[in-house]
Nanobody, 125 residues
Framework: QVHLEESGGGVVRTGGSLRLSCAVS????????VAWFRQTPGRQREFLGL????????YYADSVKGRFTVSRDAAKNTVFLGLNRLQPEDTAVYYC??????????????????WGQGTQVTVSS
């Protein structure tokens, strides 16, 4: 069983930055991929990026590439999502997810996977 807990959300002005954390605990698996998603009311969760826990390889959605950064600190058992140049449309609940694989294209988690409870990010204009 894997437990994920997000933190770091809050209110930020347009153009600002935040760094979200996803604390990982429990028994991980191999491969162990941790992805970030966000969701607004009435919309499906949107994939943002992921990191391979073992080698640090990252992948990003085209919509956030160059603006958001995924990283991991194995010593702290934490995955980070850096959010830069935030805009009001980035307002959402941000979630981390752990899985062995994600489908190509839409990055739906495959097989057993685990979600955190989410953290709210609000960007004020």
């Amino acid at each position: 069983q894997v437990h994920l807990e997000e933190s770091g959300g809050g209110v930020v002005r347009t153009g600002g930055s935040l760094r979200l954390s996803c604390a990982v605990s429990g028994r991980t698996f191999n491969p162990f991929l941790v992805a970030w998603f966000r969701q607004t009311p009435g919309r499906q969760r949107e994939f943002l990026g992921l990191v391979n826990w073992n080698d640090g390889t990252t992948y990003y959605a085209d919509s956030v590439k160059g603006r958001f950064t995924v990283s991991r600190d194995a010593a702290k058992n934490t995955v980070f999502l850096g959010l830069n140049r935030l805009q009001p449309e980035d307002t959402a609940v941000y979630y981390c997810n752990a899985a062995k694989d994600y489908t190509a294209g839409d990055y739906r988690p495959q097989g057993d996977n685990y979600w955190g409870q989410g953290t709210q990010v609000t960007v004020s204009s």
